[in-house]
């Protein structure tokens, strides 16, 4: 039904049947006026949780079935990815931090970058992809899109563990002294600012991919090119201060994110206050996300 929220309720008394009431308040489902988007309806997320779980375990699952290497595929990714960018970028153009070696270097900001990119494609085709699903049974629509956020955070963790067990191959073999310090404190820091800018922005364009499918073609093309505008390949310290490409590059929020993730995993110099700027503009991103979301979710039967 368009405009209503349906809730069922727990805890129905026994011997009534559906949609029907025994006492004040017994109903088994509610069927109530549209609630504004800031309600987010926690409790019943949290209701859901055993729906959450097996989402996280399907999209974790259903990846590398089939697969000859499977879960090894999680560190093979980032590990060619940085070790191609480590010879282009590194040795052949000069753009990596001298001292450090290559593949940290690029492993430190692809990881991330995998993340916040994996997050925004998959949860922009939210609501295309489980549409069967969702137009037949009732749960919060939030459910995938959280799903997607743990489940591609799980990936995320594990190479993370495997950036840290290399770093320490190259000291345990006196190649690198890698020596990460306080810095690394503000790790658990930058990985909320990343979280929060990729569930923002995936879902104000899974709200949009409602209407305009061409958007599930166009966000992974953009998200390829919006790499080539963060330091991921090069460190901000490269671009000359003052210079068009140097407002550009530090106008992504996901600059300072990446710039400060190269600063806690391998201690390189960062100006820390710039992560207000990621914290507002992922605060933003994240609200107005989740409000173009709930917009769409009303509607969303009718126009899939």
Known sequence: MMGTDRHREEGTPGGSGPGTQDGPGGWDVVIAPATPWWRL???EIWRYRDLLKELVARDLTAIYKQTILGPIWVVIQPLITSLMFALVFGILARMSEPGIPGLLFYMSAVVPWAY??????KTSATLIANAPLMT???FPRLIPPLSTMFSTGFTFLVQLAFFFIAALVYR?????AWAPGGALLMLPVLVVLQ???ALGTGLLVAALTTKYKDLNFLVQYVVQMLM??????????????GSTLYYIVAAN??????????GALLG????????LYSLLFSACALLLGLASFQRAQRSYADVV
Do not use: N, Q
């Open 136 to 138: 037949k049974v009732y």
């Open 116 to 121: 916040f990119s994996g997050v925004i494609s």
């Open 195 to 197: 979280m929060m800018l």
């Open 228 to 241: 080539y505008m963060s330091p991921v390949i090069f460190p901000l310290s490269r671009v000359e201060k």
């Open 172 to 176: 345990l073999s006196g190649s690198y």
């Open 253 to 262: 929020p996901m600059t300072p994110v990446l710039e400060g993730f190269r």
């Open 41 to 43: 309806h926690l409790g």
């Open 268 to 275: 390189t110099s960062v100006d820390w206050s710039t992560l």
